[in-house]
């Protein structure tokens, strides 16, 4: 029973992990970089979630709604002031930026509500599922739904209307995309706006579990939510999901089975292993660049 509650576990934050994970994975895949931002906008839409419902007294649903416009509007600022200057710059000038902007939004978290965490009391009341001897919470289920739900969405999206088919053109070649009439800046920027609307998701799920607010909330699981990105083959939406829930499972049993302080080690350890065998991750391709 401790083992399938630990399964439990593992695919509860794992469902949060590819959520974020979803996000890094569409704007390498399209726009060929890294958004180490990515999991700054988790805090923002957690200490926005917080705003809405603590100090604005919103009802639950429409500070949902709120929190996801104010992430979407962020992430396309973002794009349009620090990274679309960039678009023909080198690598690691996008990198730099990138990292440039995730301590930016901390340091304004930080001036606003400053460094002692702020309780928050989650607004997710489901009763919890007793299968036997097992005790599913709800905030699990929740969790469970809703990210299986935005996965279809999204793969839906992406695969059956004219702007999935867009990104996929985008994501093969920029050039050619353009030359058949796509817009290829605004394809990216609904690219940037559909992942920071996930983070968002993903923020509102994570505080539920972790009822905490501080400016760095989103600095860990960004990072994991990368991994599980690269593990599950970056670029790829599907490998973003199973690395999510691969990476929560993994996290999950070490801590349980193994040592709390070794978990982190060991995920990474599996991580360059996989990527030793298999460097494009489970489910990415190898793509052979014409030079």
């Given at each position: ?52 419902i603590e100090k604005l007294s919103l009802p ?99 695969k059956y209307t004219k702007i999935g088919s ?126």
């Amino acid at each position: 029973m401790e083992f399938v509650e630990q399964l439990i576990n593992g695919l509860r934050s794992g469902s949060i992990f590819a959520l974020i994970a979803i996000g890094y994975t569409m704007v390498y895949g399209i726009a060929k970089m890294i958004n180490f931002a990515h999991g700054d906008i988790i805090m923002v839409g957690a200490y926005s979630l917080y705003i809405f419902i603590e100090k604005l007294s919103l009802p639950p649903v429409v500070a949902v709604i709120f929190t996801m416009l104010v992430c979407t509007i962020l992430g396309i600022t973002i794009e349009k002031v620090a990274y679309k200057p960039l678009r023909k710059a080198p690598s690691l000038a996008v990198l730099i930026t990138a990292i440039g902007v995730s301590y930016l939004l901390q340091s304004v978290a930080l001036l606003i509500f400053k460094a002692t965490p702020i309780p928050f009391s989650t607004f997710i009341e489901v009763p919890a599922l007793h299968i036997g001897k097992i005790t599913i919470s709800g905030i699990t289920i929740v969790t469970f739904i809703v990210t299986t739900v935005c996965m279809i969405l999204l793969t839906l999206f992406v695969k059956y209307t004219k702007i999935g088919s867009a990104m996929r053109a985008v994501s093969e070649d920029k050039q050619a995309a353009q030359l058949m009439g796509i817009n290829v800046n605004r394809t990216i920027s609904i690219t940037f706006a559909i992942g920071s609307m996930l983070a968002a998701i993903a923020g509102i799920l994570f505080i539920s579990q972790y009822p905490s607010l501080r400016p760095t909330l989103g600095t860990l699981p960004g990072i994991k939510a990368f991994v599980a990105a690269v593990f599950g083959g970056i670029g790829s939406i599907p490998g973003a999901m199973l690395g999510g829930l691969l990476l929560g499972v993994i996290e999950s049993l070490s801590k349980a089975y193994i040592s709390t302080e070794l978990a982190d080690a060991i995920v990474f350890g599996i991580l360059v292993l996989v990527l030793l065998i298999k460097p494009s991750g489970l489910l990415g391709k190898n793509r052979i660049e014409k030079v």
